[in-house]
Nanobody, 122 residues
């Protein structure tokens, strides 16, 4: 079992930055792929970014490529999402997820956090 708790969300102006964190419980954190997903009001949840167990492999949605960076610290059981050049369309609830699958498919991630709200004002 893995429990995930996100933090770092908030309100920011367009062009600003936020850093999301996701703290994981459990001894096997380093064996999981970690992903970030987001869900905007009235829309389906969508993939944002993923990082493999070692931190060496990453995937990004085209909409965030070049602006967001995912990273992990296995010693601290934590995954991060650095978000720069934020846009109003980045407004959403951001979810952290863990799984043994490395990819963009939401259904392949077994564990989920409760989410943290990110609001970007224009």
């Amino acid at each position: 079992q893995v429990q995930l708790v996100e933090s770092g969300g908030g309100l920011v102006q367009a062009g600003g930055s936020l850093r999301l964190s996701c703290a994981a419980s459990g001894r096997t954190f380093s064996s999981y792929t970690m992903g970030w997903f987001r869900q905007a009001p009235g829309k389906e949840r969508e993939f944002v970014a993923a990082v493999g167990w070692s931190g060496g492999n990453t995937l990004y949605a085209d909409s965030v490529k070049g602006r967001f960076t995912i990273s992990r610290d296995n010693a601290k059981n934590t995954v991060f999402l650095q978000m720069n050049s934020l846009k109003p369309e980045d407004t959403a609830v951001y979810y952290c997820a863990a799984g043994v699958y490395f990819g963009t498919s939401e259904g392949r991630y077994a564990y989920w956090g409760q989410g943290t709200q990110v609001t970007v004002s224009s």
